[in-house]
């Protein structure tokens, strides 16, 4: 069983940053990805972003240009860089790790406000 550690997440004014980071009881170095996923209320959890097993980051067309999701092997942690922040934004973030098994993260929550 591999746990996530969610932090980062707070209110924020629209046009502002905030750094999300997942920190797993596992090592992240050789699974397949670690991802962000969102839900906003009435709304299905959506993909943010992805970091794959060599490098590549794949993001959802809304973030693209604004969010950086980035990982350092060494602490199992994985960080979602989100600037320019719109309210449109606002969700509960999860932590996606996709190994052998998927694990997910408790959620933490993002709110921005116009």
């Known amino acids: 069983q591999v746990q996530l550690v969610e932090s980062g997440g707070g209110l924020v004014q629209a046009g502002g940053s905030l750094r999300l980071s997942c920190t797993a009881s596992?090592?992240?170095?050789?699974?397949?990805?670690m991802g962000w996923y969102r839900q906003a209320p009435g709304k299905q959890r959506e993909l943010v972003a992805a970091?794959?097993?060599?490098?590549?980051?794949h993001y959802a067309d809304s973030v693209k240009g604004r969010f950086t999701i980035s990982r350092d092997n060494a602490k199992n942690t994985v960080y979602l860089q989100m600037n320019s922040l719109k309210p449109e934004d606002t969700a509960v973030y999860y932590c996606?790790?996709?190994?052998?098994?998927?694990?997910w993260g408790q959620g933490t929550q993002v709110t921005v406000s116009s």
């Open positions: 596992e090592s992240i170095f050789s699974i397949f990805s």
């Open positions: 996606n790790y996709n190994g052998q098994r998927k694990y």
């Open positions: 970091i794959i097993f060599g490098g590549s980051t």
